[in-house]
């Protein structure tokens, strides 16, 4: 049996920590020797249930592998605990095409999220004993901007009360994978640039307005040190043996979506293909992946594989295959040509498709002039990616003219406008009064040149999950506008979008069963 030493052994790592057979931490300084394409897996608007983003992934991966003289690793987010016991479960593929051991990372893993969660809550809890300490940074409670975070679904926490008689005030935790850390984590370079970005974390503003960052609360190295083994990626392995960093998790709809640029560096570095995946629909990871990280990454990707189901299609069309195709088009065309990709489209097969309906989405994306190929990875593994693997090899092939969809220049709210009119299809933007607000500060922290990150549903171009299909025309509420000048980004709260989720009536947790060490019903 492959064992994690056997795959460190063949990649030519030796700066590394085992975490028993299966998994390893390996050095963040320590990179190969390769210069690889790089493949970006997204997919249309999904059902609650998803489009199989990661299975896919790992299928393509492992297909690519089994055609001679290539090779490829995966780049993959870490799963958060709050869909693995909320409505998803697991994320680390299903059927032939699963990370392993598939429990160990859907649960505490290395303990990044830990270290995260850790990491962000020190810095809130220095905020608020800086405040009792006489408050000699004259923080004005009202205008905190760093939030407490857990890795966990609790709709309590969307809303509590925090500080002493004197000082109380109304506060919200957000998810882990939502937190300021995570998405430094996954944008930085390094160590060096995570502890620069940890610093430049605004936390609140003075009462005269000024801002406050880590570094005046003087807990920068303290932040960093509950990091210092979370900034390593994860290397686990397939089950065809095929590597895959796994390493940050960021959620697409609430956050930027990708895993780190550590592990997607390395993962280039290391093989002829490097497969990573963007949050949900493309409207929201692949998106922010080409707007936010790209320019970070210094790379676009060579392929993009935009996932359709037959399930998802039907969703978007309220029950009918055809007319969800809406759905289909207004990705494709986002993908060709407002970022430009080389595409190909991949039909990922579930239990219960037809054959005319599988073949009549694949002769629908031939007439718009884009290859497309069924995947079946889920039932046979590499065997079931072989004709994607094949076309993402053609895809890659061709000369990358891919590109971000707005320059630095554009004023933040520009950036939102463009977003939202030529990837969402919306008619007009509407701020709120307590958005302009913040775009007012924006505007005096002259951080204009920061990109942006919606928070949106991402069952809907729109802000309402409810309106499916490829809808124009429509007016997107921004409700809020967050400065994260750590990660360096603004984020924008659209519609009535939450960055705490919630648990569904029947909860995934509950279907968890345990035998001893083994733990079933997380997939």
Do not use: W
Not at 210 to 217: A, G, H, Q, S
Not at 227 to 238: D, E, G
Not at 262 to 275: C, E, H, M, P, V
């Amino acid at each position: 049996m492959t064992t994690i030493l056997d795959i460190l052994k063949n990649l030519k790592i030796k700066n590394y920590t085992t975490y028993g057979k299966d998994i390893a931490k390996v050095d963040e300084t320590f990179v190969g020797k390769k210069q690889g394409k790089l493949v970006l897996v997204t997919a249309i608007s999904p059902t609650k249930s998803g489009n199989g983003k990661t299975t896919v992934s790992i299928g393509l991966a492992d297909a690519l592998n089994k055609i001679k003289k290539t090779s490829a690793i995966l780049s993959l987010r870490e799963p958060s605990m709050g869909p693995v016991f909320g409505l998803k479960g697991g994320a680390t593929g299903g059927g032939k095409c699963l990370l392993v051991p598939s429990s160990d990372i859907n649960l505490h893993f290395t303990g990044d999220m830990h270290a995260i969660t850790a990491a962000n809550n020190l810095i809130c809890a220095c905020i608020d004993n800086s405040i009792y300490q006489g408050n000699p940074l004259d923080i004005d409670i009202n205008k905190i901007l760093f939030n407490r975070c857990l890795d966990c679904n609790d709709r309590a926490l969307r809303s509590i009360e925090v500080g002493d008689k004197n000082n109380k005030r109304k506060e919200n935790f957000v998810i882990t994978p939502a937190s300021e850390i995570m998405a430094i984590l996954c944008l930085s370079s390094d160590f060096e640039d995570f502890r620069k970005r940890v610093s430049k974390i605004i936390v609140a503003l003075s009462t005269k307005g000024k801002p406050i960052y880590v570094k005046d609360l003087e807990i920068t190295d303290a932040v960093c040190s509950l990091m210092i083994n979370a900034i390593n990626p994860n290397l686990v392995r397939s089950l065809a043996d095929t590597p895959a960093f796994v390493h940050g998790g960021p959620f697409a709809n609430i956050a930027h979506g990708a895993s780190s640029i550590i592990a997607t560096k390395k993962a280039l570095s290391y093989a002829d293909y490097a497969i990573t995946e963007a949050g949900f629909g493309a409207d929201l990871g692949a998106e922010k992946f080409f707007n936010v990280v790209c320019p970070k990454l210094g790379k676009y990707p060579d392929a993009v594989v935009l996932i359709a189901t037959v399930n998802a299609l039907k969703y978007n069309g309220n029950g009918v295959l055809e007319a969800g195709l809406c759905n289909l088009k207004r990705h494709i065309e986002n993908l060709k040509v407002k970022f430009n990709a080389n595409l190909v489209v991949a039909v990922n097969k579930f239990t219960g498709d037809s054959k005319a309906e599988l073949d009549f989405v694949i002769n629908y994306c031939k007439r718009l002039g884009v290859d497309a190929a069924i995947c079946d990875a889920y039932n046979n593994g590499a065997s079931g990616a072989m004709d994607l693997a094949n076309m993402v090899i053609k895809a890659a092939s061709k000369t990358n003219n891919a590109r971000s969809l707005y320059s630095s220049d554009l004023k933040i709210e520009k950036k939102i406008e463009k977003i939202a009119k030529e990837v969402y299809g919306a008619g007009s933007v509407s701020l709120s009064d307590n958005a302009k607000e913040k775009l007012t500060q924006i505007n005096k922290l002259k951080l204009n040149s920061l990109p942006v990150i919606m928070a949106k549903t991402q069952y809907s171009f729109t802000a309402d999950e409810k309106v499916l299909g490829a809808p124009t025309g429509f007016i997107l509420e921004i409700n809020d506008l967050q400065i994260k000048s750590g990660a360096g980004f603004i984020v924008a709260v659209c519609g009535k979008q939450l960055l705490m989720p919630a648990l569904p009536k029947q909860p995934n947790a509950c279907k968890v069963k345990l035998d001893r060490k083994k733990i079933v019903a997380l997939d």
